[in-house]
């Protein structure tokens, strides 16, 4: 018996087409029966590499498949609530890529939508699936390094991405910071203030756009451990993704990816061949984070990353851009409700 997850997969830009590939060739438990994109030109010449892959271009015609048991959103940001929602009423589990609205009542709009329906709903966090941000969580689980003390990680685009994407971006820590928030606070625990400064250093089309390039966040944890963050969308040298974690009893680090442990010296100068960007340095992750999706679809049981995750790391982002602009902290609190945790600001 064929107990493979049937999945369509509406939004073939970047995202959707790595999405797609990994479904139709790389997930053992997932079948990808159907892409869906606006542009007919795009879904039908995927389509045909992708065989016996079908093909539209009405998110509806993926909706009123039968067969269909859980859908992959990778379209525009500002299509994600509605078509989560969508999904939900049509009994469709969900995976939904980051974020799920640029605006928070959106957000938790969506997320009740897949509650009320009884969907799974799993959002696109890939770096809790890469198996080095893996074993480090394992180990604090573990409480090899103790008490946390202090918390460091960077997060470093090689190039930023044209000013149209920017614009449309929800804002640069909505857009970069929010995937070492979610880091923090499954690595760490729960935030209860951030501190942002962030500035237009490289280019002035980024304050034209109103928008930074460089960033530098500090947090508290409410267990009472540090943390500093660091983000740029212009280092230059490659795509960079690292982490420090120092405790009572030892100091984890997720080192920077490189594409061979090789290290050219000349007498002049040396020179290490560092990944390009995030699909290059997670592609395993990426394609685990959709398995550990149909495996909880499969299953029955809760995905790994909620769409209050989700809310989550939105609500902290939020908050680094309100310091940032106000120059001054910004404080946190957050409820469990039905063993999810929400945030809320305080000030």
């Known amino acids: 018996m064929d107990d493979r997850v049937r999945v369509g997969l509406v939004g073939l830009g970047r995202m959707g087409r790595f999405h797609a590939a990994n479904l139709a060739g790389r997930i053992p438990l997932a079948d990808l029966v159907r892409i869906v994109d606006a542009d007919e030109g795009v879904a039908r010449e995927l389509s045909e590499g992708l065989r016996g892959v079908e093909w539209s271009t009405d998110y509806a015609d993926l909706l009123?498949?039968?067969?269909?048991?859980?859908?992959?959103?990778?379209?525009?940001?500002?299509?994600?609530?509605?078509?989560?929602?969508?999904?939900?009423?049509?009994?469709?589990?969900?995976?939904?890529?980051?974020?799920?609205?640029?605006?928070?009542?959106?957000?938790?709009?969506?997320?009740?939508a897949a509650r009320a329906a009884g969907v799974k709903l799993q959002v696109g966090f890939h770096r809790?699936?890469?198996?080095?941000?893996?074993?480090?969580?394992?180990?604090?689980?573990?409480?090899?390094?103790?008490?946390?003390?202090?918390?460091?990680?960077?997060?470093?685009?090689?190039?930023?991405?044209?000013?149209?994407?920017?614009?449309?971006?929800?804002?640069?820590?909505?857009?970069?910071?929010?995937?070492?928030?979610?880091?923090?606070?499954?690595?760490?625990?729960?935030?209860?203030?951030?501190?942002?400064?962030?500035?237009?250093?490289?280019?002035?089309?980024?304050?034209?756009?109103?928008?930074?390039?460089?960033?530098?966040?500090?947090?508290?944890?409410?267990?009472?451990?540090?943390?500093?963050?660091?983000?740029?969308?212009?280092?230059?040298?490659?795509?960079?993704?690292?982490?420090?974690?120092?405790?009572?009893?030892?100091?984890?680090?997720?080192?920077?990816?490189?594409?061979?442990?090789?290290?050219?010296?000349?007498?002049?100068?040396?020179?290490?061949?560092?990944?390009?960007?995030f699909v290059e340095r997670f592609a395993d992750a990426y394609a685990a984070g959709l398995e550990s999706f149909a495996r909880a679809v499969r299953e029955d049981r809760d995905p790994e990353v909620s769409g209050a995750d989700a809310a989550a790391a939105f609500v902290l982002a939020k908050a680094a851009e309100r310091s940032h602009r106000e120059g001054r902290a910004v404080r946190l609190t957050n409820e469990t409700k039905d063993g999810e945790v929400f945030y809320e600001e305080v000030d």
């Open 64 to 112: 009123e498949d039968s067969e269909i048991e859980a859908v992959v959103i990778a379209s525009p940001t500002p299509l994600h609530a509605d078509m989560i929602e969508a999904a939900a009423e049509a009994g469709k589990h969900v995976f939904c890529e980051k974020p799920i609205s640029l605006d928070i009542e959106r957000t938790y709009e969506a997320i009740e």
């Open 128 to 277: 809790r699936f890469d198996p080095d941000y893996r074993r480090a969580w394992q180990k604090i689980a573990a409480d090899e390094v103790g008490e946390v003390y202090l918390f460091r990680t960077s997060l470093r685009d090689m190039q930023a991405p044209g000013f149209d994407y920017i614009k449309g971006s929800g804002g640069f820590f909505a857009d970069v910071t929010l995937h070492d928030f979610d880091t923090a606070r499954w690595l760490i625990g729960e935030i209860e203030e951030v501190t942002a400064l962030g500035a237009a250093l490289s280019d002035p089309g980024f304050e034209e756009v109103g928008d930074i390039d460089n960033a530098v966040v500090t947090v508290r944890f409410a267990g009472g451990a540090l943390g500093v963050i660091d983000n740029s969308r212009v280092a230059g040298y490659g795509y960079e993704c690292s982490s420090e974690v120092m405790g009572s009893r030892a100091t984890l680090r997720v080192d920077n990816h490189r594409r061979a442990s090789v290290e050219t010296l000349t007498p002049d100068s040396s020179h290490q061949d560092y990944v390009s960007d």
